[in-house]
């Protein structure tokens, strides 16, 4: 008999980035690197899965913003110059390391870019058709998330939380070809009451962090290793905090296991400069190139890592997949004498640890797959699939809360980052002044106030927040925040003055062309 | 390209202008050079492009003459009933600290927002005007405060209105508001701003433990789609007129006594398979008699 049921929730989201004012822009590099290192290594494991008949289950989110982006022809056609940058330089890298204890690895990486750039050409520069195919066959359950991320319970009002949700929904079905059943809130955060603008997207179940349900009302008498409903019918599901531990952890996490390769170690700063200095950015800075030889070794310093053997890196992560899978079990039997019922264990994490953080998470991720496909005590299961099979659940309201550090707001709202409100607060009224103003508007004005819900939506990204406060992209999230509420405001100014300037507008429609679809009386 | 220090000044000027680079007639050649080559390489590829493809006289002044203002210089021309052709630049080169944001959005405004259990930060702006309106009405200078309020009272805090925003400390699972104003020194106090709800969230379990379930089974909507009730609640009213529309068109239908399969039914009908099997039900004199 199953002791309990286990869901991945996998998040897979980044900002909004496209510069078409610059050839080549740093920032546009995240998402190369999470579409080489994270995005294509787990749907080639779903799908190799699902060829050899492995009963497989995940749950992801592609939130709208990084669907916008995997479908814009600019960001393809960058993409591939950089893999294939990427595959010249790790031909060279094969050939100048043979000989030597760091060979494997390179024939490692020329192999999946090769790989790479051989799926990406096959799926004609759109990644999305292979997520929609898995999705058909039901390996792949992906749910949404807000339109661009933004923070809900920072929000000055319903109406911007309800345009967030709406635009993602709309989005979702202009990609994927129906409506989602989930979502993903942005940065797991939750306030009474969103669960009810969520109920009116017709969405039936969200996750929140654990303390928001162990301190929820009234007490949930499963905690976190049941969901629940909250009155507006919409069902929660909490964090499990030992999974969560036992892979983000970086003192006794999965991922610390000294064969696994070293993140800081690179040929981007190990190379020598002028051999390189081809494949960096332009601005010649030495930085990541994704190529790195090093195991994480142990508490050693940098220069004392050892050589990356791949086949043993490979052989641990199948070994961890199977003891992280034996302490859900033993977690489950445990449980279900407390429950009296099989527990269900959810286990989001955010989908760039696997594989990028993480190299092996992939593997991982497969591994675990191939265990619990045998193994008596543990399914694994989507969200939908546990709904539609246990559609029966205590009735309680969350508490407020994140998965950010302190389970709460801090991080998004700070000294570092809360002169931005104010700005965002402002942009918000003055949108739905605007969308309630004119709800017929003629052509022109209507692509005004589009291109205004875009810039408010781009400002709102909760990424920027976050990066304010670690500070690794500081300026940048700066400049973004800054450079959304400049146009939002012009535009503002245009419309309230009835006097458009089609020309500007045409060239910021050109900057931030995200959501083609979109319509302002969302803020309606 | 040209390398742009070999371009005519006056051409450079032109490409600067195309770039929405400001203060352009105040700056030597090289400065020029060095303002424009943060622009991103294509924009000022396309720039010099454009300029050389046509007359590399600048272009006369137009009237009136198009200014590029910061957003506060817009406002305040707005504000004034002016007409003003907004031209600003949409884009700042890279390593730009960002475009400019307005320094006020001429509303007086105290907003809550929630930190944590026990913090919550308090921004506001407040016009100068309001300011001189209520230290006329208190008759002096005054000190700015905060006056949280909670259930458990009213506390003061003194703050610095220019800082704009304050961190306060309060209780988990607390609803607050806050209103901001001026205190003279016999204690009275002008409210200038005051702030929206509030509510801090627990830091603890509830002590709720009433248990209620629900059932939600997303087939039941299939079900309810198919009785065509999935549109809005209808009154019994409604019921009753549906039910009478119903009975007129069934009874004009003389095929629908042989109970075709519902993939016969002819296009257009008005009918779901639930009314086709739900005439079986109905009692036998409202039925015509088949001919």
């Given at each position: ?524 | ?108 405004n105290l907003t809550l927002m929630v930190q944590d259990p026990h913090h919550l930060h308090a921004y506001w ?167």
């Amino acid at each position: 008999m199953t002791a309990g049921h286990l869901i991945v929730q996998l998040h897979a989201h980044l900002p909004y980035v496209r510069h078409p004012e610059e050839p080549v822009f740093l920032e546009e590099s995240w998402l190369f690197e999470a579409i080489t290192e994270v995005y294509i290594p787990l749907l080639e494991r779903l799908d190799r899965m699902l060829r050899t008949g492995v009963h497989a289950r995940l749950c992801m989110t592609w939130s709208p913003s990084l669907c916008e982006m995997l479908a814009d022809p600019l960001l393809q056609q960058r993409y591939r110059q950089h893999l294939t940058a990427l595959l010249d330089l790790a031909g060279k890298e094969e050939f100048w390391k043979r000989n030597t204890p760091f060979h494997a690895a390179a024939v490692m990486y020329r192999d999946h870019f090769q790989y790479c750039l051989g799926r990406w050409d096959a799926l004609g520069g759109n990644i999305l058709t292979w997520v929609k195919d898995l999705m058909d066959a039901g390996v792949l359950e992906v749910v949404t998330c807000g339109a661009t991320h933004g923070y809900l319970p920072l929000m000055s009002s319903d109406a911007a939380r309800r345009a967030q949700l709406a635009v993602a929904c709309n989005n979702y079905r202009k990609h994927f070809g129906r409506s989602p059943r989930g979502i993903w809130l942005p940065e797991c955060a939750f306030a009474p009451g969103i669960d009810r603008l969520l109920s009116e997207q017709q969405l039936e179940f969200f996750f929140v962090e654990t303390h928001a349900m162990y301190y929820g009302s009234p007490r949930p008498r499963y905690g976190s290793y049941a969901p629940v409903f909250t009155p507006s019918g919409v069902a929660a599901f909490a964090r499990d905090p030992e999974t969560s531990r036992s892979v983000w952890s970086s003192q006794t996490g999965y991922p610390g296991n000294p064969v696994y390769r070293e993140f800081y170690r690179d040929l981007g700063y190990d190379g020598d400069y002028n051999y390189v200095k081809p494949y960096l950015h332009p601005d010649g800075i030495r930085r990541n190139l994704g190529l790195k030889y090093h195991r994480i070794t142990g508490k050693v310093q940098l220069h004392e890592k050892l050589p990356y053997d791949p086949a043993i890196a490979h052989k641990q992560a199948m070994d961890d997949a199977g003891h992280f899978l034996d302490a859900r079990a033993k977690q489950c039997r445990h449980l279900t004498k407390l429950l009296g019922k099989p527990a269900c264990i959810t286990s989001p994490y955010d989908a760039e640890l696997f594989g990028h953080w993480w190299f092996e998470g992939p593997q991982f991720i497969e591994s675990l797959f191939h265990a619990s496909a045998s193994h008596p005590d543990i399914e694994v299961l989507t969200p939908s699939e546990y709904l539609d099979r246990f559609p029966c659940h205590q009735i309680v309201m969350p508490n407020q809360g994140s998965w950010g550090e302190n389970g709460f707001h801090g991080v998004w709202l700070n000294p570092a980052n809360d002169w931005i409100y104010r700005h965002l607060h402002a942009a918000e009224d003055r949108m739905r002044e605007c969308a309630l103003r004119h709800p017929m508007a003629p052509p022109l004005l209507t692509r005004f106030l589009n291109q205004m819900a875009r810039e408010l939506l781009l400002m709102q990204s909760s990424d920027w927040a976050f990066i304010m406060t670690t500070g690794t992209a500081g300026a940048y999230a700066t400049r973004r925040v800054r450079d959304h509420v400049h146009r939002f405001t012009g535009l503002y100014e245009q419309v309230m003055r009835g006097e458009l300037n089609a020309e500007s507008l045409a060239t910021i429609e050109g900057l931030d062309p995200i959501f083609q679809e979109i319509d302002y009386r969302v803020y309606i | 390209m040209l390398p742009l220090s070999d371009l005519p000044l006056k051409v450079l000027r032109v490409v600067a202008q195309r770039l929405g680079i400001t203060n352009r007639a105040k700056l030597r050649k090289t400065e020029l050079v060095d303002v424009i080559s943060q622009s991103g390489t294509g924009r000022v590829t396309k720039a010099v492009n454009d300029t050389l493809s046509e007359d590399t006289q600048e272009p006369p002044a137009l009237q009136p003459k198009p200014q590029i203002p910061t957003v506060s210089a817009a406002l305040e021309q707005a504000s004034s009933s002016k007409p003003v052709q907004t031209t600003a630049p949409v884009i700042g080169p890279h390593g730009h600290p960002g475009l400019p944001v307005p320094e006020s959005y001429g509303r007086d405004n105290l907003t809550l927002m929630v930190q944590d259990p026990h913090h919550l930060h308090a921004y506001w702006e407040i016009l100068p005007a309001t300011l001189a309106k209520a230290r006329a009405e208190l008759g002096e200078d005054g000190l700015p405060v905060l006056i949280v309020h909670s259930r458990f009272g009213a506390e003061l805090r003194i703050i610095d209105l220019k800082v704009g925003s304050y961190y306060l400390c309060v209780s988990a699972d607390t609803t607050y508001r806050a209103d901001l104003g001026l205190r003279g020194h016999n204690g009275r106090v002008v409210i200038i701003a005051q702030s929206q709800t509030v509510h801090s969230p627990s830091d603890q379990i509830s002590s709720r433990s009433d248990e209620q379930w629900m059932g939600v089974d997303t087939r039941f909507h299939e079900f309810l789609h198919m009785a065509g009730l999935d549109k809005g609640t209808l009154s019994s009213a409604d019921l009753a007129s549906q039910r009478g529309e119903w009975k007129e068109r069934v009874l004009s239908r003389q095929d629908l006594f042989n109970l075709p399969s519902s993939a016969s039914v002819p296009a257009g009908a008005l009918y779901s398979s639930l009314d086709l099997l739900s005439s079986k039900n109905l009692s036998s004199e409202a039925l015509p008699k088949k001919q």
